[in-house]
């Protein structure tokens, strides 16, 4: 992949970063041929990226299961990787740190006190994150890895390639791929949500709003504009996946959007589906109803990904051919491109 796919604009501020940082103890060595404790760093506030970050605990709990693995999370998002199996300890990075130094250097010096062997800056591995590399350089950690940026090589010891062709190779694998500097290579990722939830209150709605036994959980609405898919198509994408006639809709929705939920399950009514817009929720409690569906189908957003942590099987609605890179991981897993006229096109693996 061409040099320009990358955030350019972060240049400057990883080679100041790393100019001035570099003077910071421990300095460069070499990686200890036994690793006990190990960091996770991932300060994005975006619930799919946290939840695809999700996928390294697994990986290390399974096959590194003599580490000991923390992780540092945003403030509102630790409770999305709480409780994950292997992971003993969560740090929260306050809201705006550089805002609240005070707090910021609180958590560092807790971090520095931990004396990790290795930090990872899970950060995209297309953009620059500042405040993840410097807390990697800055938490102690005797070995720093991070996928290979533009000017943010020198700040880590151990850099992870990025990927180099057009063929948009999965999100979630090129994740993995920061951990075979531990000598961890996984060909199957896995994402995971600590569901913290009793499934009785989920086993009731279903009962009481799904007549037909085939259950499918829609998210309709998306963060980006040009990853929307305008109320009015949805319909017609429903139909052209081919589901079975038998097929109760449950309509998902978030803060501000109950709305627009109706007008949609108003909309699917119209169509001929049983279609019911879903309670109010937290992330957990959506992850409980999307666990209990045949299927998702969500546009390219967070709880994409959560279905693909949580559910039997997803169809990924995208707008652009390259959003195959978000698809969870899996045959029983489907991409979908849908284009400005309303077609469906499956997309090639």
């Known amino acids: 992949m061409s040099s320009s796919f990358f955030d350019q604009k972060s240049n400057f501020p990883a080679r100041f970063a790393a100019l001035v940082l570099f003077w910071l103890p421990p300095w460069r060595g070499r990686l200890r ?8 760093i991932r300060p994005d506030r975006r619930v799919g990226n946290q939840i695809i970050t999700s996928s390294l605990v697994v990986a290390l709990a399974e096959y590194r299961p003599e580490m000991v693995v923390h992780y540092l999370a945003p403030a509102g998002k630790t ?11 969560v740090y929260e990075l306050p809201r705006h740190p550089w805002r609240h130094f005070g707090a910021l250097w609180r958590l560092v010096r807790t971090l520095r006190r931990e004396r990790f062997d290795v930090a990872i800056d899970a950060s995209h591995w297309h953009s620059f994150s500042l405040t993840a590399a410097i807390l ?4 102690g950690a005797q070995w720093t890895i991070g996928h290979r940026r533009p000017g943010s090589v020198g700040l880590l010891d151990q850099w ?49 709003h799904a007549r037909h036994p085939y259950r499918v959980v829609l998210w309709p609405t998306t963060r980006k504009t040009t990853t929307e898919i305008p109320a009015g198509m949805w319909p017609s994408v429903l139909h052209g996946l081919s589901l079975p006639s038998d097929v109760s809709v449950a309509v998902g929705w978030g803060p501000g959007e109950e709305d627009l939920a109706e007008q949609l399950v108003r909309a699917l009514q119209g169509e001929g589906f049983e279609a019911a817009a879903l309670p109010s929720t937290t992330i957990a409690e959506l992850g409980a109803f999307m ?3 045949d299927v998702v189908v969500s546009g390219d957003t967070g709880p994409l990904h959560l279905a693909g942590a949580v559910a039997d099987q ?10 195959c890179r ?21 997309m090639r693996r």
């Not at 041929?33 to 996770?40: A, D, N, T």
């Not at 990697?136 to 938490?139: D, F, L, T, V």
């Not at 999100?171 to 009785?200: I, N, Y």
């Open 160 to 208: 992870v390639p990025t990927p180099q062709t057009e063929n948009w190779p999965s999100e979630l694998h090129t994740k993995m791929r920061l951990l075979e500097p531990l000598g961890v290579v996984v060909q199957s990722p896995r994402m995971a949500l600590p569901l913290k939830r009793d499934t009785d209150q989920v086993t009731r709605w279903w009962a009481e």
């Open 79 to 89: 409770d999305l990787v709480e409780g994950l199996p292997g992971l003993a300890k």
């Open 326 to 346: 978000w698809l969870p991981p899996g045959e029983q897993h489907r991409g979908f491109v849908l284009s400005d006229q309303g077609d469906l096109e499956e």
């Open 314 to 323: 997803v169809y990924g609605i995208f707008r652009r051919p390259d959003g």
């Open 291 to 293: 666990a209990e569906a």
């Open 33 to 40: 041929e036994s690793v006990s404790k190990v960091l996770i």
């Open 136 to 139: 990697a350089r800055c938490c």
